[in-house]
C-alpha cells in the first residue's frame, strides 16, 4: 500500500510542482524612485460610491416622489412621530419646490416641534406659492404670533 502512495505522488514531481518558486520581487532602491506617477489635477479623486443609498441624493422635479414622500410624512404626523414627519415633508419639498400643501405641513410639524423660525419660513414658503389659498389670512396671522 505504501509504494502506491509513492508511486501517486511521483507524477506530480514530474511537472515541477515539487520546485516550484516564488514571483521573483521587484527591485527596491533606484528602478522605484524611477517609475512616473500618475498625473492628478491636484485634487483628490474620490471614487464614486457602489452603494447607493449611501450616495449624496439628487433632487430634481419629481411631483410623483414629493406627493409619496407627503403621504408618508401625513401618516408618521398621525403617528405623533414628528422628526420623521419633518424629514418626510422635507423630503416633498426637495423633489418639488411649488408644492404648497408640503410646505403647510411642514410648518405646522416645525411648530409642533417648537422651533418657530423654521416654521416661519416654511409658512412663508407657503403663502409664497399658494397665495390664493382659503386658509392665507390664518397663515399670515399663524407668521405674526411667531415672531
Known amino acids: ?5 509513492v508511486a501517486g505522488m511521483m507524477p506530480l514531481g514530474l511537472y515541477g510542482f515539487q520546485n516550484q518558486q ?6 527596491q532602491g533606484e528602478l522605484q524612485k524611477q517609475r512616473p506617477k500618475p498625473a492628478t489635477s491636484g485634487k483628490q479623486e474620490i471614487p464614486p460610491e457602489e452603494d447607493k ?23 408618521h404626523l398621525k403617528q405623533h412621530k414628528y422628526r420623521a414627519a419633518e424629514f418626510r415633508f ?16 411642514l410648518g405646522e410639524v416645525e411648530e409642533k416641534l417648537k422651533d418657530p423660525q423654521a416654521a416661519k419660513e416654511a409658512y412663508t414658503k407657503y403663502l409664497e406659492v399658494a397665495s390664493d389659498a382659503k386658509n392665507a389670512a390664518e397663515i399670515r ?7
Open 1 to 5: 500500500m505504501p509504494a502506491l502512495v
Open 22 to 27: 516564488p514571483p521573483p520581487k521587484e527591485p
Open 53 to 75: 443609498s449611501l450616495g449624496v441624493e439628487e433632487y430634481s422635479f419629481n411631483p410623483l416622489q414629493a406627493q409619496k414622500d407627503l403621504q408618508v410624512g401625513l401618516y
Open 90 to 105: 422635507r423630503e416633498a419639498t426637495k423633489w418639488n419646490d411649488g408644492y404648497g400643501e408640503a410646505w403647510l405641513h
Open 141 to 147: 396671522k399663524k407668521i405674526e404670533k411667531l415672531k
